[in-house]
């Protein structure tokens, strides 16, 4: 075989694993990312006078060491330990299909999580493992539960917020460095950034139904 046919090969090789690659980043569809009921105990957008901010996720109740997947195809953006009481936390950045109303990009979040068991893989598939719920106080504020967002958008590296002096993926809308009230507009403006995940009871809104 002469030098032609093994660039053509290569070629063929390069691209079908490009064209792979790029349409398992596409997000067809999403899931939940806990089996069995998923029964909130904490509300997307509810205000959270201990933390003064508004909720930006789901929290949802389980047992120590459940195991949590992800909610659709995508790339791991982060999985590390967070801040405040949020323990290990993974980001996975979805692609969604070509004019899907919710743009172009969503990330998922999934915090509470323990280090052992915790994705190291950089792509995902829908239902892949990504990691377990932590049993420690210090990485779950006291209660075993997940905490499970969806921000808007492409995933922001992690550098801090200048609205909140706080990380972009934070579980609520928190203006650390001063007092603020349920009306300040930074909290709404933050809030308009993230989607509510599932349908909730209220107004039947949500992205996963």
């Known amino acids: 075989?002469?030098?032609?046919?093994?660039?053509?090969?290569?070629?063929?090789?390069?691209?079908?694993?490009?064209?792979?690659?790029?349409?398992?980043?596409?997000?067809?569809?999403?899931?939940l990312p806990l089996d069995g009921s998923w029964i909130v105990t904490r509300e997307f957008a509810e205000w959270n006078w201990g933390v003064r901010?508004?909720?930006?996720?789901?929290?949802?109740?389980?047992?120590?060491?459940?195991?949590?997947y992800a909610a659709?195809?995508?790339v791991v953006r982060f999985a590390s330990l967070a801040q405040l009481g949020y323990g290990y936390v993974v980001i996975v950045e979805h692609r969604l299909p070509a004019g899907d109303p919710f743009g172009e990009y969503?990330?998922?979040?999934y915090g509470h999580l323990r280090q052992e068991g915790l994705i190291t893989?950089?792509?995902?598939?829908?239902?892949?493992?990504?990691?377990?719920l932590s049993a420690k106080p210090e990485y779950n504020k006291g209660i075993i539960?997940?905490?499970?967002?969806?921000?808007?958008?492409?995933?922001?590296?992690?550098v801090i917020d200048p609205r909140r002096d706080g990380w972009y993926y934070g579980g609520s809308t928190t203006i650390f460095g001063g007092k603020s009230s349920r009306e300040d507009p930074i909290h709404m403006q933050i809030l308009s950034e993230w989607l509510n995940p599932t349908?909730?009871?209220?107004?039947?809104?949500?992205?996963?139904?």
């Open 121 to 132: 893989t950089q792509s995902v598939s829908e239902g892949e493992l990504i990691g377990y």
């Open 199 to 209: 349908t909730d009871q209220v107004n039947g809104e949500g992205f996963i139904s």
């Open 106 to 109: 969503v990330c998922t979040v």
């Open 72 to 74: 659709a195809n995508g």
């Open 53 to 68: 901010g508004y909720h930006l996720g789901e929290d949802v109740c389980r047992d120590a060491e459940d195991p949590v």
């Open 145 to 158: 539960h997940l905490h499970f967002g969806i921000r808007k958008g492409r995933y922001i590296e992690t």
């Open 1 to 31: 075989m002469g030098i032609i046919g093994v660039l053509s090969i290569l070629s063929l090789v390069l691209f079908k694993e490009f064209a792979f690659q790029n349409r398992e980043s596409i997000a067809e569809s999403f899931r």
